[in-house]
């Protein structure tokens, strides 16, 4: 079993940043790809970034890409995803996830654990 805790939301104006972070519990975490998702209200959960469990890929939305970085520090744990550049279209609940494969993945059905989640608003 892996319980994964979120953390980093909150409020922020349009144009600025947040380092979201998602702690696992289990010794198996270095093994996992991990993903990061959103879900706005009244919309579905989407994919955000997802990162093997190297680190050594990486794999981004296209609405995210260039503004958004997903890394995991393996020693502690965890996995980030720095946002930056952040737009009001961004607000949503953000979601961190495992993969008990190694291997990058978009989508949501490959993903086997998932944290509570983690509010993001930006305002415009």
């Known amino acids: 079993q892996v319980q994964l805790v979120e953390s980093g939301g909150g409020l922020v104006q349009a144009g600025g940043s947040l380092r979201l972070s998602c702690e696992a519990s289990g010794r198996t975490f270095s093994s996992y790809a991990m993903g990061w998702f959103r879900q706005a209200p009244g919309k579905e959960r989407e994919f955000v970034a997802t990162i093997s469990w190297s680190g050594g890929s990486t794999y981004y939305a296209d609405s995210v890409q260039g503004r958004f970085s997903i890394s995991r520090d393996n020693a502690k744990n965890t996995v980030y995803l720095q946002m930056n550049s952040l737009k009001p279209e961004d607000t949503a609940v953000y979601y961190c996830?495992?993969?008990?494969?190694?291997?990058?993945?978009?989508?949501?059905?490959?993903?086997?654990?998932w944290g509570q989640g983690t509010q993001v608003t930006v305002s415009s």
């Open positions: 996830a495992a993969d008990t494969t190694r291997y990058i993945t978009i989508r949501i059905v490959d993903y086997d654990y």
